[in-house]
């Protein structure tokens, strides 16, 4: 177990919820996203890459511009990912084009629902309802659902008259999607600083 309870997990898994992800992300200027367990602030700058190259006009006034929210319940772990994306691709917070908030990811983000493309970086033990309701019309979401040891990373898939298609991609090792409290429990303490010169 990682710092706080997390891990950044396999490369392979987060290239191929960003290939099943790349439809709706990169399919018009408005388009709204969801990175549920922010953690690192990878996967939220990445869905925003995906969204609108570096190179894309900046919306003009009263236009709507894509957004990517990233929603992490661990605060240190908010300011991580806020500290990973100013340093790399700091027009992304500047512009408002991804926003990070400290919150329950299971509950979403219903302020700014509903979303294009969901993304949730920790397992649910079956399809998050509360998250699929954000789901907009011809949104995807992926998610990987099943109890640690037998996780599918999954594709859901909000058609036009509202109904969900579940797709099984290929089995998958995340963290369980819990409360920040479950969590702090599961954390390993943070390694020791290294020794001062």
């Known amino acids: 177990m990682g710092l706080y309870g997390c891990r950044m997990w ?3 898994q987060h290239a191929m919820a960003l290939e099943d992800l ?6 018009g200027p408005q388009r709204k996203a969801l990175d549920v367990g922010a953690g690192s602030g990878y996967m939220t700058a990445a869905m925003a890459l995906l969204q609108s190259p570096p190179d894309m006009a900046p919306a003009r006034p009263g236009q709507a511009q894509p957004l990517v929210v990233g929603i992490e ?3 240190q772990l908010a300011q991580q990912a806020i500290e990973n994306i100013t340093r790399d691709q700091p027009d ?6 991804v926003r990070i908030a400290v919150s329950d990811g299971r509950l ?8 294009d493309a969901i ?3 920790a397992a649910a033990l079956k399809e998050p309802e509360q998250l699929v309701k954000q789901l907009a019309p011809g949104g995807r979401m992926v998610v990987p659902v099943g109890e640690l040891g037998h996780q599918i990373l999954t594709v859901l898939q909000r058609g036009a008259d509202g109904r969900v298609q579940a797709t099984k991609k290929m089995e998958s090792v995340f963290v369980p999607l819990t409360d920040a409290r479950t ?3 599961a954390a390993e303490p943070p390694p020791p600083p290294p020794p001062s010169t």
């Open 119 to 121: 993304y949730v970086g």
């Open 108 to 115: 979403g983000y219903p302020s700014e629902e509903p979303f």
């Open 73 to 75: 319940h661990i605060p």
């Open 22 to 27: 790349r439809p709706v992300l990169s399919a």
């Open 183 to 185: 969590q702090w429990s």
């Open 92 to 97: 992304l917070l500047a512009s408002g084009r």
């Open 10 to 12: 396999c490369a392979l």
